[in-house]
């Protein structure tokens, strides 16, 4: 069964520092997402993406962010410079459609330690 | 507004007993309703849904859940649990018209653990 992947699976960096998180979604899929969820805390989205642009966004989604498909196969997020307050799982999901009632297919996830 | 809770962070049951994992939701309509599983290492995996129909949907794994709309809750269950069924389990809501938005809102997960 096709999976979504991530890299890395643990990144751990400096606050003020730049970190790409990677991604591999299903490769029929058209729909790409970003969710993180802080130790403890509910499962937030942060931003979609569709024909290479952002389909939506969250308020947590803020000029320190920001994601790409540099290629056919992958699709990165990009935290600027990153804060204490970053330090989170990633998670990577794509869809074969967009509409409401399609499920996600997510990927293992990225633990991100800001120190 | 779209929200989810899942009011317990871990349930214990024997192998072999019933399970229930549960979920409730506030929408300002009618619910998209959606359970995840992530085991160790992996992915959130798409367990069922409701969309519509009967209230009772059933899943992979034997897994079912009801939906409740009088109480707007989505509890997930088991008949037999099995060791292997341990794991952390997501329900997910998405109000079926929330002005264009495609996006459902995740719980915090429930720890399930079946103790052999």
Redesign the interface.
């Known amino acids: 069964e096709p999976?979504?992947t991530?890299t890395p699976?643990h990144q751990v960096t400096q606050m003020g520092q730049e970190v790409i998180l990677r991604c591999v979604p299903i490769s029929n899929h058209l729909y790409f997402?970003w969710?993180r969820?802080i130790l403890?805390?509910?499962?937030?989205?942060l931003v979609?993406f569709y024909n290479n642009e952002i389909?939506?966004k969250s308020e947590i989604f803020d000029d320190q962010f920001s994601v790409e498909r540099p290629d056919g196969s992958n699709f990165t997020l990009k935290i600027r410079s990153t804060k204490l307050e970053d330090s989170a799982m990633y998670?990577c999901?794509s869809s074969e459609e967009?509409?409401?009632?399609y499920?996600?297919?997510?990927?293992?996830?990225t633990r991100l330690t800001v120190t | 507004a779209q929200s989810v809770a899942q009011p317990e962070d871990q349930v214990n049951v024997a192998e072999g007993n019933p399970l229930t994992v549960k979920c409730t939701y506030s929408v300002s309509g009618n619910p998209y309703l959606f359970w995840y599983v992530q085991y160790p290492n992996r992915g959130l995996q798409f367990l069922l849904k409701y969309i519509t129909g009967d209230n009772l949907v059933k899943g992979s794994y034997g897994f079912e859940a009801e939906f409740n709309k009088s109480q707007t809750s989505f509890h997930l269950k088991k008949p037999s649990a099995l060791v292997s069924d341990s794991a952390l389990y997501f329900c997910a809501v998405r109000e079926q018209s929330s002005g264009g938005s495609y996006i459902p809102t995740f719980g915090r997960g429930t720890s399930l653990i079946v103790h052999p």
């Open positions: 999976e979504v991530q699976s997402y969710y969820q403890g805390q509910k499962v937030e989205f979609s389909s939506e998670f999901a967009r509409t409401a009632t499920e996600q297919y997510f990927g293992p996830g």
